[in-house]
Every structure is written in C-alpha cells, then in structure tokens.
C-alpha cells in the first residue's frame, strides 16, 4: 500500500468511512489472546525461567581477550569440573573476545583456583580474569524490591486511572490487558531461555509504562466519543468505543513501529555481535512487551471495556436511542433517494385525434394527461375531437382540440390587427 492509499485509509477510518470490527469481535480476540496465555503458561510451569545469578547466587568469572573461541564451552566447562568439582556451568560469549563463566558460589579459596585454570586454558594473563561472588541474599532482595515496585505500580496505576476516568471499568480493563502484556512477555522468556536478570526486571517495568501509555491515548478518544453519543443518541456505547479504535489504530501502529524499529535493531545486534549482557536482555522484554501491548491495547482493552459498560441501564437504554435514530436516519436517506428519483423527466409519448405522434418529456403523474406506461416511455392518449379520453372521462383544457398549448397562452390576431 502506497503511502498515499495508507493516508486516504487512515482518513477513511477516522472518519468512519471505514470501519473495522473490533468491539463486536471480543470473542475472537479473547480466545486468540487465551491461546497464547496457555502457551506461555505452559512454557513456564515446564521448563521454568532461567534467573541469572543475580538472582540465585553464585561465582562469575570473565575471560577477556581471547584470540581462539573455538571450543570454549567445552574449556571453560573443563577447567570448572576439573578444578571446582562441579559438573554445570553457564558459559557464554560477550561480544567476540570475553568468555563468561556462571557457577554455583565458591569460597575465596577455590574461586582463585578456578580463576587460575580458565587463564591458562585460554591463554592469557591471570590477572586479566576477573571473579565476583554473589550471595543469594542479594538476590533474594532484588527479586523482592523488583515485586513491590511492581505493586506499587499497579495500585497507583489503579488509583489515577480510576479518578481520571471516573470508572473503575476502564481501570480494570487496562489492568487486564497489563496482565496480559506482562505475562506473555515472561513467558517467551521462559519459552527461549533467555536469562532473567535485573535488566529485564527493568525492561519488563518499562513495558508496563508502555503498555498503559498505549491504552490511555485510546480510552481517551473513547471517553470522549461515548461523551458525545450520550448527548446526542446516535450511536450505542460500542459503536463510539469502536469509532475510537478505528480513530487511532494508525497512530498507535506508527508509534509501535518507530519505537520497535530501535529495539529491534539493538536485539539483532545483541544476537549477532554483542552477545548476552545487559542491552540483549533489556531489549528483549522491549521488543516483545511493545508488540504485544499494541495488541492489547487495540485488541483487548477496549473491547473488554465496551462489553463491561453494554451492561449497565443507561447504557442499553442509549443503544435503544441510538437504534430508533440510525432506523429514522435509514428512513429519510431511502426517501430522499425516491424523491431524487421521481424529479427526473421520462420520455412521454402523446397521441390524439390529430393522427400524427409526438413526443415529449415531463413528468408521467403529473395529474394533467392520462393514459399508460409502458418500459421507460409514458404512452398518453390525449383524446378525440370532441375533448373525451378512451376510457370517457374528460381531458384537461389546456389538451383538448385547439388548445394544445399551456393554459392561458394568448391567441394570434390577424395581421390586419397587429
């Protein structure tokens, strides 16, 4: 689609030329977004997130400059069995020349040893390798700060939606879709195996922000079009909550698709160059909480509310006002359209006791010739002589004998007299 047909559409669905089904389609959405829920759910109670040592303690080694990368798990998991007893380790590459090691917690002692054994199986100095232990206490504060930021958010998020919208429908149905954006996005993570650390912490609290910024923009606009059909009955709660979605669904796509061109670029070169560290797993949880919040947004969030308010009395009682005005509305268009049907002229066909045929235009029922239609023509019997149609009944004065003309038309004097 050419930039121009994209403006043109995008118009269209502003202003209701076009509309796309969104609202009357919440069974649809639901169960697509139920799918992936179940998805996701299972990858979690399956395979369970990876949390980084952040999380659950332990030793973490790095291996910078290393010329010959060729076999590296297998070095590093060799000198960790070797020499600190243990058969697993999390070895990965950092960019294309730092190798790191993830272990459960050593003391000091074999820490240094293991330290030691990875330098000379990469070849390069001992003090170039670097070790950090973390407790599991340190971890274990993390995880707990991270879910009450978590909590205080929502109920925040909770509180100002509720007074600004002055419901707590709309409240719960953003909520509802945060839940969603939230949930799948932990759960591709569990799916992939991607490594939880505090970076996602912070990119799945900024997917949040996102998700409602996203949500907020399109309960505005149905705020104030459902604002405006309660005052005037023309249209139910679901048909100005589906105008609203239609009104910005170009905006919302433009705004996700500059915010995601970004991330995604940083998410390829996480994969490609960079390796795992703090941009990869932040951009991670960007890109796939920003995706899916448009969805909800779009999707989930405003159908949900429509279907939430169609409940309440007031609410049935505009959809039956609006149902009476599009009926009216219907009404006069189809009239309208009769009546700037009936204006046209017809061929008229007259013939009389003049013998000779003519045709004219005008009006078939204009109430002043009678006679038959007959396909698009009008065939008029204008009379005999003595002023009487075929079926006896009088003709009009100004069709009779000698005054064919329109009534009232002045007769010719003689030249004599002019």
């Known amino acids: 689609m050419s930039e121009n047909k994209f403006a043109v559409f995008g118009n269209d669905l502003y202003t209701g030329k076009r509309s796309i089904d969104f609202v009357g389609k919440l069974r649809t959405w639901l169960l697509i977004s139920v799918a992936l829920l179940v998805i996701v759910g299972a990858g979690l109670a399956i395979r369970g997130l990876n949390l980084g040592i952040e999380f659950t303690g332990g030793s973490d080694f790095r291996v910078p400059g290393v010329t010959n990368t060729s076999g590296y798990v297998d070095k590093a998991r060799g000198v960790v069995s070797r020499v600190g007893s243990v058969s697993e380790a999390n070895v990965t590459l950092i960019g294309s020349d730092t190798v790191r090691v993830e272990t459960e917690r050593f003391d000091d002692r074999r820490a240094q040893d293991v330290s030691a ?18 407790g599991p206490s340190w971890g274990a504060s993390v995880s707990q700060k991270a879910l009450q930021a978590i909590v205080w958010f929502l109920a925040l998020v909770s509180i100002l939606l509720g007074v ?69 009955g023309r249209r139910s709660y679901s048909q100005a909550a589906n105008l609203a979605v239609n009104q910005t669904l170009v905006r ?28 990869l797993d932040l951009s991670l949880a960007l890109f796939v909480g920003i995706a899916v919040g448009t969805y909800s947004s779009i999707f989930i969030a405003t159908p949900l509310l429509a279907w939430l308010r169609e409940r309440e009395p007031a609410m049935k009682d505009l959809a039956k006002r609006a149902a009476r005005y599009q009926e009216r509305a219907a009404i006069a268009a189809g009239a309208r359209a009769d009546s ?79």
């Open 117 to 134: 054994g990875l330098a000379k199986a990469f070849s390069v100095p001992d003090a170039d390798v670097s070790a950090s232990i973390v």
């Open 252 to 279: 919302s796509i433009n705004t996700s698709v500059v915010a995601l061109l970004p991330v995604g670029a940083i998410l390829v070169m996480g994969f490609t160059v960079i390796g795992p560290g703090t941009l």
């Open 340 to 418: 700037e049907g009936a204006a046209q002229a017809v061929p008229v066909q007259v013939f009389g006791s003049g013998g000779a045929n003519a045709m004219s235009t005008g009006p078939a029922d204009s109430g002043v010739v009678s006679g038959a239609r007959s396909g698009s023509t009008s065939v008029v019997d204008l009379g005999d002589a003595q002023g009487y149609t075929a079926t006896g009944r009088p003709l009009h004065p100004s069709l009779r004998e000698g005054n064919r003309g329109p009534r009232n038309q002045p007769k010719k004097r003689p030249r004599s007299q002019r």
């Open 164 to 232: 600004y919208f002055r419901t707590w429908k709309m409240a719960f149905a953003a909520l509802v879709a945060l839940f969603h954006d939230i949930f799948i996005t932990v759960g591709v993570y569990a799916l992939t195996g991607f490594e939880v650390t505090p970076a996602s912490t912070i990119g799945f609290l900024t997917i949040l922000g996102y998700s409602l910024y996203d949500t907020v923009v399109v309960f505005d606009k149905v705020r104030e079009n459902t604002t405006e059909a309660s005052s005037n």
